[in-house]
């Protein structure tokens, strides 16, 4: 048992909001600011999807381990949904998170879009500044109902492996980054679809900027994600269960590396 000098102190709310905040504002400048300023095929040594992919791969990473320990790393409105849903968020503090996730992504919007209007000639609504959208809007000319199915599903995806990766049975130094490379991953997949969004506030804080056209089809943008979230959130009750009967009988234990180790010398000394 702790004493208690070791018990860990909470962080106080306004710090955890802060956080949240500031964590979804670097995804959106890291983000979106990689779409709107480094990316396009005028834009010399262009990174292209996979530079965009990665750079909403590395916001997280990076804000996870930079914030993570003091908010818990949501910096989106549909993680912190399905952390509700899923009994791993108290559902008392999920208005304040959205709140915060919502100014964060503003402010990251306002600040891509200041930089990019230091280009001669740039138009804000015609940039579009990397917002999500689906038909005409669509990087590809994908439907809503393409759209509506992969922000869903890959939504779904990615809640379940940010409550898989922070299980206590995880390896928990490997978090960060298996969510960040899921969010690659996921950009990777959906970019030409709706240019990615799986977060409601990623989407709302250039919609904010550029209106017309992507605030009309904000709405999808909140309900498909939110929709998968849930489900994900529904599902890992059952999937992440604390049962020692279902216990991982492969290569891939459940059991924390540090304990792995320790596991391995006490059975090495016991022959």
């Known amino acids: 048992?702790?004493?208690?000098?070791?018990?860990p102190r909470p962080i106080a709310a306004a710090r955890r909001l802060a956080a949240e905040?500031?964590?979804?504002?670097?995804?959106?400048?890291?983000?979106?600011?990689?779409?709107?300023?480094?990316?396009?095929?005028?834009?010399?040594?262009?990174?292209?999807?996979?530079?965009?992919a990665l750079a909403f791969?590395?916001?997280?990473?990076?804000?996870?381990?930079?914030?993570?320990?003091?908010?818990?790393?949501?910096?989106?409105?549909?993680?912190?949904?399905?952390?509700?849903?899923?009994?791993r968020f108290p559902a008392r503090d999920l208005p304040g998170y959205i709140v915060a996730q919502l100014v964060g992504a503003t402010l990251g919007a306002a600040v891509v879009a200041?930089?990019?209007?230091?280009?001669p000639g740039f138009d804000?609504?015609?940039?579009?500044?990397?917002?999500?959208?689906?038909?005409?809007?669509?990087?590809g000319g994908y439907s809503l109902t393409s759209a509506f199915v992969a922000e869903a599903v890959l939504t779904a995806g990615f809640l379940l492996v940010i409550v898989g990766a922070t299980d206590s049975r995880s390896a928990a130094p490997f978090a960060a980054l298996a969510i960040g490379l899921a969010l690659t991953l996921i950009h990777l997949i959906s970019i030409p679809i709706t240019n990615t969004s799986v977060n409601p506030a990623r989407s709302t804080g250039p919609a904010l900027l550029v209106g017309g056209w992507a605030l009309s089809q904000l709405w999808l943008f909140w309900i498909a994600p939110l929709s998968g979230a849930v489900v994900a959130g529904l599902a890992s009750r059952w999937l992440?269960?604390?049962?020692?009967?279902?216990?991982?009988?492969?290569p891939i234990s459940d059991m924390p590396i540090e304990r792995m180790v320790d596991h391995d010398r006490r059975a090495e000394a016991a022959r």
């Open 124 to 139: 804000l609504a015609a940039s579009g500044l990397a917002a999500n959208g689906y038909g005409a809007h669509s990087p």
């Open 21 to 52: 905040a500031f964590g979804t504002f670097w995804l959106v400048v890291g983000g979106c600011g990689a779409a709107v300023l480094a990316a396009g095929g005028n834009v010399p040594g262009s990174i292209g999807l996979l530079g965009v």
């Open 114 to 119: 200041l930089l990019a209007s230091g280009q």
């Open 57 to 87: 791969g590395l916001t997280v990473f990076t804000m996870a381990f930079a914030v993570g320990f003091i908010s818990g790393g949501h910096f989106n409105p549909a993680v912190s949904v399905g952390l509700v849903v899923a009994g």
């Open 1 to 7: 048992m702790m004493t208690a000098p070791d018990r």
């Open 240 to 250: 992440f269960a604390h049962n020692r009967q279902d216990q991982s009988p492969g």
